[in-house]
């Protein structure tokens, strides 16, 4: 079937019908491969610090509020669909991790 500049189809459908992947669920596993990586290494690690620190002072202006990084992952996972409580021990055997982000 072919598609013309006219036509009104989505991305979306265009991926679909080629059988190539949605942008997006790459983007999401990727994020969550590297969540894994994050997720094993060391404490003292300057990367893992970051994302799992908070700020003692100061204040957000006024409007919706950006979401938190463990937030993002607890929506990522649930869109693959592997449990919220079991990820952080499944991410610390990186081939298992793979696999199931994969």
């Known amino acids: 079937m072919t598609i013309t500049w006219t036509d009104k189809v989505t991305n979306k459908e265009i991926l679909e019908r080629t059988g ?3 942008m997006e669920d790459l983007l999401i596993r990727k994020n969550l491969r ?6 094993r290494m060391s404490s003292d690690r300057l990367p893992k610090q970051t994302i799992y620190s908070q700020l003692f002072f100061g204040h957000r202006k006024r409007r919706c509020p950006r979401l938190r990084f463990k937030y993002t992952i607890k929506r990522n ?18 081939d298992k991790w793979r696999a199931t982000v994969k």
């Open 34 to 39: 590297w969540t894994g990586h994050l997720m």
């Open 77 to 94: 996972l649930k869109l693959i669909d592997i449990k919220a409580d079991s990820w952080t021990t499944l991410s610390q055997q990186r």
């Open 20 to 22: 190539l992947p949605y």
